[in-house]
């Protein structure tokens, strides 16, 4: 147990140690983002708190992933715990079952297959690789297919599911209820399909991070020029931090596309 403890905190230590000046800059940036959000909300109650460093551990995970860091997984299993807890009190279910039983399984998964791509230096990264032309096509057809199956499925069934499982969380007594996806309505049209697309955009890009290929970044551009968009779109009050937040995410993946393909020829 001790000898495992060790090995924890030397793969902080020497993550922490490796950081750039623009590693630094990018996590202020977004650090400071979320402490803003936090703040403009305000509430500064205990679940209030959690929130809070549910969002600076996200902050690790995304520049650290982009890093290639075998530490981002460690960052994100603890986010994960937080995010569950965060969305069931707040009656997030859709989200809920998403990270419960898809991200977190995710972030075992991910830290035991970069495990077998760590590089033998004191750099604590991976190395990373190519997706073949076949498994692109593939990947391609799976996020389109996907889209277009989940945009009819939220247009002709999404406002009746949502209904029933509405009813059924007030029978058994557990209060209002949300979901990140199935909406009851949307700001604009268009939102809609941008919700599809970032949903199953989003799971497809977390197993192909999870296999250590370039092409997750690409992936993660998109997501993230898509999230801009569909922020743009909403009069939440919330929309001005949110947007701020996907730009600053944007810039990282620009940098995640320059460090993955580095490390893959290093």
């Known amino acids: 147990m001790r000898a495992l403890r060790n090995r924890y905190v030397t793969l902080l230590y020497l993550t922490f140690r490796s950081?750039?000046?623009?590693?630094?800059?990018?996590?202020?940036?977004i650090m400071a983002l979320a402490v803003a959000s936090f703040?403009?909300?305000?509430?500064?109650?205990?679940?209030?708190?959690?929130?809070?460093?549910?969002?600076?551990?996200?902050?690790?995970?995304v520049v650290l992933g982009a890093k290639g860091s075998m530490a981002n997984w460690l960052f994100g299993i603890v986010e994960a715990f937080i995010h569950i807890y965060i969305c069931?009190?707040?009656?997030?279910?859709?989200?809920?079952?998403?990270?419960?039983?898809?991200?977190?399984?995710?972030q075992f998964f991910g830290w035991k297959q970069w495990?077998?791509?760590?590089?033998?230096?004191?750099?604590?990264?991976?190395?990373?690789?190519?997706?073949?032309?076949?498994q692109r096509?593939?990947?391609?057809?799976?996020?389109?297919?996907?889209?277009?199956?989940?945009?009819?499925f939220l247009i002709y069934f999404g406002p009746w599911l949502v209904n029933i499982i509405t009813h059924t969380f007030h029978s058994m007594g557990w209060g209002e209820?949300?979901?990140?996806?199935?909406?009851?309505?949307?700001?604009?049209p268009s939102?809609?399909?941008l919700d599809s697309f970032t949903t199953v955009m989003s799971i497809i890009t977390m197993w192909v991070s999870v296999k250590a290929f370039v092409e997750q970044w690409y992936m993660w551009l998109m997501i993230n020029v898509a999230y801009i968009a569909m922020w743009l779109m909403s009069d939440s009050d919330?929309?001005?931090?949110?947007?701020?937040?996907?730009?600053?995410?944007?810039?990282?993946?620009?940098?995640?596309?320059?460090?993955?393909?580095?490390?893959?020829?290093d």
């Open 19 to 29: 950081l750039n000046w623009f590693e630094i800059l990018l996590l202020s940036a």
């Open 39 to 61: 703040i403009i909300k305000g509430s500064f109650g205990i679940n209030a708190c959690i929130a809070a460093i549910g969002a600076i551990l996200g902050v690790f995970c």
């Open 88 to 106: 069931f009190c707040t009656h997030m279910y859709g989200d809920f079952l998403q990270r419960l039983f898809y991200n977190l399984p995710m």
């Open 115 to 134: 495990g077998k791509r760590r590089r033998h230096d004191d750099s604590a990264c991976i190395r990373t690789r190519y997706m073949t032309w076949t």
């Open 137 to 152: 096509f593939w990947t391609l057809l799976a996020v389109v297919l996907s889209t277009l199956l989940l945009g009819e």
């Open 177 to 188: 209820v949300a979901f990140k996806t199935l909406k009851l309505d949307y700001d604009t």
């Open 191 to 193: 939102q809609l399909w």
């Open 238 to 265: 919330f929309s001005f931090m949110t947007t701020a937040k996907y730009c600053v995410y944007l810039v990282n993946s620009f940098y995640g596309i320059y460090m993955w393909n580095k490390l893959s020829k």
